[in-house]
T-cell receptor, first 111, second 110 residues
Framework: DAGVIQSPRHEVTEMGQEVTLRCKPISGHDYLFWYRQTMMRGLELLIYFNNNVPIDDSGMPEDRFSAKMPNASFSTLKIQPSEPRDSAVYFC?????????FGPGTRLTVL | AQRVTQPEKLLSVFKGAPVELKCNYSYSGSPELFWYVQYSRQRLQLLLRHISRESIKGFTADLNKGETSFHLKKPFAQEEDSAMYYCALSRGSTLGRLYFGRGTQLTVWP
């Protein structure tokens, strides 16, 4: 099993552009989480899904951020329009029982 | 409300010295506590969970409900222990999310 897969691994874009981050959770896991990691704020939970249904999106910074999970094997996090302060590492994680398994992260740089 | 506090953002020790990474929590129920570790440019991974009462890579952590703490300890630190360590709390296995602390960057000097 390759674990949680995220793409792209690195993304550099210009302010105002749309950014889409992708995640493939581990097969059979019923929860999926999106996190953002920065030096200033540490690890922040943005949103999580249970059985493809969004459960808590209170961590989503603002309306520029949106996340979808159209099926059990795929999720996206979209930022539109992107801003320099969105620069961070974005992690996806999935879980079954009590252990979360993290993806390698997407390092986003917004110029 | 639940909260996880890691008071030290940075911690440095020399190889062979004991190390303790502090974690305090607040939660009125019966929490489950975890330590996650992130080595340089790698993904976060579970290090240990309190319910297992296990020792992983020489690390142990005991849940102290009286002090609401879950400190991570290792008697003799190694250079390869240098990493970011996150303490996390779950309100119960059925309640979905983890609440993470801000993390402690541990550096073990040779």
């Amino acid at each position: 099993d390759a674990g949680v897969i995220q793409s792209p691994r690195h993304e550099v874009t210009e302010m105002g552009q749309e950014v889409t981050l992708r995640c493939k959770p581990i097969s059979g896991h019923d929860y999926l989480f999106w996190y953002r990691q920065t030096m200033m704020r540490g690890l922040e939970l943005l949103i999580y899904f249970n059985n493809n249904v969004p459960i808590d999106d209170s961590g989503m910074p603002e309306d520029r951020f949106s996340a979808k999970m159209p099926n059990a094997s795929f999720s996206t996090l979209k930022i539109q329009p992107s801003e320099p302060r969105d620069s961070a590492v974005y992690f996806c994680a999935s879980r079954i029982t009590d252990t979360q398994y993290f993806g390698p992260g997407t390092r986003l740089t917004v110029l | 409300a639940q909260r996880v506090t890691q008071p030290e953002k940075l911690l440095s020790v020399f190889k062979g010295a004991p190390v303790e990474l502090k974690c305090n929590y607040s939660y009125s129920g019966s929490p489950e506590l975890f330590w996650y570790v992130q080595y340089s440019r790698q993904r976060l991974q579970l290090l240990l969970r309190h319910i297992s009462r296990e020792s992983i890579k020489g690390f142990t952590a005991d849940l102290n409900k009286g002090e609401t703490s879950f400190h991570l300890k290792k008697p003799f630190a190694q250079e390869e222990d240098s990493a970011m360590y996150y303490c996390a709390l779950s309100r119960g296995s059925t309640l979905g999310r983890l609440y993470f602390g801000r993390g402690t960057q541990l550096t073990v000097w040779p």
